[in-house]
């Protein structure tokens, strides 16, 4: 996965690390603040030197700033797990924010890459920075480059735009979670040989996209006698999900196995239920659509995410872009995690 960050530059932390001052002494010889004596001065300007750290022109000034205005750009068409992103964003933005980001919520089209592009300039042109759901399209990349070059840092959360300049991606690492579902279809299907039924909500959204990607690699390599019968797209939609997967399987033999990568479980349980033997299905995220459907047993399994967690990583990163501070990566990963009945939350 790329990552476009500037993690290789050295921070204010950095500094204060190598002249063994606190950050807040750091931050104050950096931007020429009284109260410091000579010879720790001496020693800054020293770990400033060595290090190669450079001063953000404008960062003592957005600091003093008392709020920005950030723009999250998330599917106007939301499925449950996005729903739920939208209330932990404005949750994130009031205490990890520490009520300093003005948080403004933008739906749009998610799988209109014009609408997009349109969002992304429109929010880059009247506010600070941007949180997106990203496609991954040229002409949205381009936008997003664009704002970036007029000074609003972008992070795309939970779909990535990875040839951007985007400031970061916020998710978990969709290739590894597509092996995990693989892993489980091929210990957990009844036939060792059976065909695979893929439903995404679009190969246009990268995170999908990459879990396919995962999937089929890993499943030729560790299950080669299963196959992939047929890749179907919902667009997250409860009805589009089951129309796609009832002409998936009309007049062809039933899958021993589905992997379903986006929203619409709803649909695809609707269209599964008029087999006579139910296949192997997992599915992502757990939502109120999608933890009935594991408890009644519809669902095996759930590889999900925590929603909670990559809204105030997003946060807590377009903070210190904006403000010229430092982060703690430890804080930052977002883990995978596989859900069954047994465990549910």
Request: with cysteine; net charge negative.
């Amino acid at each position: 996965m790329e990552d476009h960050s500037p993690a290789a530059a050295p921070t204010l932390r950095d500094v204060a690390r190598h002249a063994a001052v606190s950050l807040a002494t750091a931050d104050r010889v950096v931007n020429r603040r009284p109260g410091v004596r000579s010879a720790t001065i001496e020693r800054v300007e020293a770990a400033v030197r060595a290090l190669g750290f450079e001063r953000h022109a404008g960062a003592a000034a957005l600091a003093r700033r008392s709020g920005f205005r950030v723009t999250a750009i998330l599917p106007r068409f939301a499925n449950p797990f996005v729903a739920g992103l939208a209330a932990e964003l404005g949750e994130a933005c009031r205490i990890e924010g520490r009520r300093r980001l003005n948080l403004m919520l933008d739906e749009v089209d998610s799988f209109s890459p014009a609408l997009l592009v349109d969002a992304v300039r429109k929010a880059a042109a009247t506010g600070d920075a941007l949180i997106a759901m990203g496609l991954d399209d040229p002409a949205v990349a381009a936008a997003i480059d664009a704002a970036v070059q007029g000074g609003a840092p972008v992070v795309t959360l939970v779909s990535d735009v990875p040839g951007s300049a985007r400031h970061r991606y916020v998710g978990i690492d969709n290739r590894a979670a597509g092996r995990v579902a693989a892993t489980l279809v091929g210990r957990f299907a009844a036939d060792p040989v059976g065909k695979v039924l893929v439903v995404l909500g679009s190969s246009s959204l990268r995170d999908h996209r990459d879990r396919l990607d995962g999937f089929r690699t890993a499943l030729a390599h560790d299950f080669p006698g299963m196959e992939i019968a047929a890749v179907v797209e919902g667009e997250d939609d409860i009805e589009r999900t089951r129309t796609a997967v009832a002409r998936a399987l009309d007049g062809e033999v039933p899958p021993s196995a589905v992997y379903s990568a986006g929203a619409g479980a709803t649909g695809l349980a609707a269209a599964l239920g008029v087999l006579d033997r139910k296949p192997v299905v997992i599915g992502h995220e757990l939502t109120a659509e999608t933890r009935p459907l594991l408890e009644a047993g519809f669902l095996d399994a759930l590889i999900v995410q925590d929603p909670g967690h990559e809204a105030r990583s997003a946060v807590r990163i377009l903070m210190a872009a904006l403000t010229g501070t430092s982060l703690n990566e430890n804080q930052e990963r977002i883990r995978i995690e596989v859900l069954f009945r047994d465990n549910l939350p």
